[in-house]
């Protein structure tokens, strides 16, 4: 069966093609970076499959979605699929599928890691002795964590896995989701009273239109002075101009930060200045297993759509191309 796959994102063909059994016989179509909006509407528009950018470059908008004739799923090899008008496929009638929970426990490792960096200066004892100081008297009194409480912001997959790693250091943990949820050891609460608890504030939660900027300068200002931010999720769910000014007043006691509102983050971004801010280029899930769990769902959700069956993880209800 001939099938034609257009991928966005970075793998070669073979990984590619090694999403789909050989009786398949894939046609793959790649698109190369840096972002060419017009090889994208180019390599899309006859595609049977569309694997989209899980770096997030090259974006799928509505007059691009309106030409792909033949696509019977979109695909997006990661969690987070702020890249893809989803609503405007679903108007067109095209299922988009993210790999939900994929990296669900490469990147609550980075979130326990983030906060232990930060509630013990880690980073800053680090670099002080690579220079040959002993900086003992630079780094602040540590914190032992199950001293403290966490608050989890979006208690799905990530937040979850975080909530069970946090309970055997016994933090006390509270979390605020839009969806009720539960987590053993963890209390709901309102967001407005997680953030007037919290000792440590950790983000879980997908970019949209509600979530955009949902940590600004009244959010940071209702935080307890010393409280650390992890942000783990994307970029623009916190507002980076007020996060810089709760830093710089010395309100905030630090953050941990693997997502930025525009990646790769600038050289001379005031972030880069604080010794209390550890930071990360979005590699939290850049783990061997996560990668080899990524592609499993992909491929596996390509091949249940060739098959005639409903793919798994559809983020916009279009369950099957109308």
């Known amino acids: ?17 090694g999403l789909l059994p050989a009786n398949y016989d894939p046609q793959i179509v790649l698109v190369p970076a840096p972002p060419a909006p ?24 509505r007059d691009t979605l309106a030409a792909m004739r033949r696509c019977q799923l979109i695909q997006q ?22 790999a939900a929970g994929y990296n669900r ?14 509630i013990r200066d880690a980073g800053l004892a680090d670099r002080g002795m690579r220079e040959g100081e002993w900086p003992y008297q630079r780094i602040r009194r540590g ?5 403290l409480t966490v608050g989890i912001v979006g208690l799905g997959n990530i ?22 949820r539960s987590a053993p050891g963890a209390v709901a609460v309102p967001f407005d009273e997680l953030l007037d608890a919290a000792d440590v504030v950790t983000v879980h939660v997908p970019l949209d239109h509600d979530t955009r900027h949902l940590i600004g300068d009244a959010e940071l200002g209702r935080m307890r002075p010393g409280t650390i931010l992890i942000n783990a999720s994307r970029g623009p769910v916190v507002d980076e101009a007020a996060l810089v000014r709760a830093l710089d007043s010395g309100h905030l ?34 783990t061997e297993e996560a990668e080899a769990r990524l592609l ?21 209800g279009v369950t099957r191309r109308r």
Not at 38 to 51: G, I, K, N, Y
Not at 105 to 117: G, P
Request: proline share 5%; with cysteine; net charge negative.
């Open 105 to 118: 426990d490469s990147v609550a490792d980075w979130t326990v890691l983030a906060i232990l960096t930060l």
């Open 77 to 98: 090899p990661a969690v987070g699929f702020d890249a893809i008008d989803h609503r405007a496929a679903a108007d067109l009638g095209i299922p988009v599928a993210n």
């Open 159 to 180: 937040g979850n896995a975080v909530a069970s790693r946090l309970r055997a250091f016994g933090c006390r943990l509270l979390f605020t989701d839009v969806v009720p």
């Open 1 to 17: 069966m001939a099938v034609r796959i257009a991928s966005l994102s970075p793998y070669a063909e073979e990984v590619v093609r």
């Open 143 to 147: 914190r032992e964590l199950g001293a």
């Open 253 to 286: 006691g630090g953050a941990g930060l693997d997502v930025f509102e525009v990646e790769p983050l600038a050289g001379d971004s005031p972030l880069r200045a604080f010794e209390n801010v550890l930071l990360s280029p979005h590699a939290a899930a850049w």
């Open 296 to 316: 499993d769902v992909c491929g596996a959700n390509l091949r249940r759509t060739l098959d005639g069956q409903e793919p798994f993880n559809v983020v916009n």
């Open 38 to 61: 017009d090889a994208v509407r180019e390599a899309v528009a006859d595609a049977d499959l569309v694997l989209a950018d899980k770096r997030h470059k090259h974006r799928l908008d």
